[in-house]
């Protein structure tokens, strides 16, 4: 068991050495604390994620993220052992599209494919036709007939912006993660005066009236390259702040700044996303739990969507 007060240092080692005889790989997404980016095999977007754990030779899959992320390796991976650092770490946008409510919700159109994006639970996956991330949503729609119906679940914003991307209409489930939707155009248009020259750099589960004003919208993931490619030396950055600590590493000499938010809107920290401390997946390795099951023939109803998704993208 750990002592209270272990250093970095001494967590990052004792990581490395559980790691090793556990055949064990790290997952880790941007959003989560500098320390267990640190010490992960793979930081990525949910979608490098659910590849690298697709193809991963390991016997252990650690997942340090939010719920659905885990869920989605363990999906992919029904024969390994998935761990999570806290299993208590879900991401509210997944919870706001319960599974009874969205049944009843396709009924009302019978004829739609549906299109769920990866954060969702397994029971909603199972639901769906083909699951999608922020950085395959507009290509994976892109490839449906044009005169096919489609449901898009759970994000509307994520929805609205490849609606108007693809100039096609889709059904919308009125879910949104409350990092995300908590910017204001009218706040950051202030902070770009504040820095003339800057570029405006935004996550696709952002308002549209913030999504409009962007430079560039994509994943994680194309944030971050498009942070490094861009000549520009100022980005205002409209998602989670975790993404920084990889931006400022890949380009010491730019200035990063996070998206102001108005004060009186919930901070702009996805808090679940830090529940992973590094404290916490030490021990979860030492541990072998919290572990990550899914019911077999549940993960395989959720399997097939998923599968489409990364043959489609
Ligand atoms: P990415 O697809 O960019 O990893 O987004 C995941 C997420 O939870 C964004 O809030
Ligand atoms: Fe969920 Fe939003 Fe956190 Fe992403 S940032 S995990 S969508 S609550």
């Known amino acids: 068991m750990l002592s209270p007060g272990t250093s970095v240092q001494a967590l990052h080692e004792r990581v490395r050495e559980l790691r090793e005889e556990m055949n064990a790989m ?8 500098p320390e267990v980016q640190n010490v992960a095999d793979v930081v990525g977007d949910s979608l490098a994620l659910a590849r690298a754990a697709e193809s991963t030779g390991a016997d252990v899959i650690v997942f340090a993220g939010v719920y659905f992320m885990a869920e989605t390796a363990a999906i992919l991976n029904p024969d390994k052992l998935v761990l999570m650092p806290d299993n208590r770490a879900g991401c509210p946008l997944a919870d706001s599209c319960p ?18 994006y990866i954060n969702s639970s397994a029971d909603i996956k199972a639901e769906s036709d083909i699951v999608c991330t922020s950085s395959n949503a507009e290509r994976i729609v892109s490839q449906i007939p044009s005169d096919r119906k489609i ?24 879910g949104c993660c409350y990092v995300h939707d908590a910017y204001r ?3 950051i248009r202030e902070s770009l005066e504040e820095h003339p020259g800057a570029k405006f750099i935004a996550h696709p589960e952002c308002r549209d009236e913030v999504l409009v004003h962007a430079d560039f919208v994509g994943s994680t993931g194309a944030l971050l390259d498009y942070s490094e490619k861009t000549p520009a030396s100022v980005l205002i950055v409209a998602t989670e702040p975790g993404i920084l600590y990889e931006m400022e590493k890949r380009s010491p000499d730019k200035i990063f700044i996070p998206a102001p938010k108005d004060s009186s809107s919930p901070s702009s920290v996805c808090t679940q996303m830090k529940q992973s401390t590094l404290e ?31 043959e489609m993208s």
């Open 26 to 33: 790290i997952l880790a997404h941007y959003y989560t604390v």
């Open 151 to 174: 449901i898009f679940a759970p994000d509307r914003n994520l929805g609205t912006y490849v609606m108007k991307k693809l100039n096609r209409e889709m059904i919308l489930w009125e």
């Open 99 to 116: 599974v009874d409510e969205f049944r009843e919700f396709k009924k009302l159109h019978p004829d739609a494919l549906v299109i769920t």
């Open 185 to 187: 155009w009218e706040i």
């Open 280 to 310: 916490k997946l030490c021990e979860c390795m030492e541990l072998r739990r919290p572990r990550i099951e899914v019911d077999p023939a549940l993960g395989e109803a959720a399997l097939r969507p998923i599968r489409r998704m990364l």
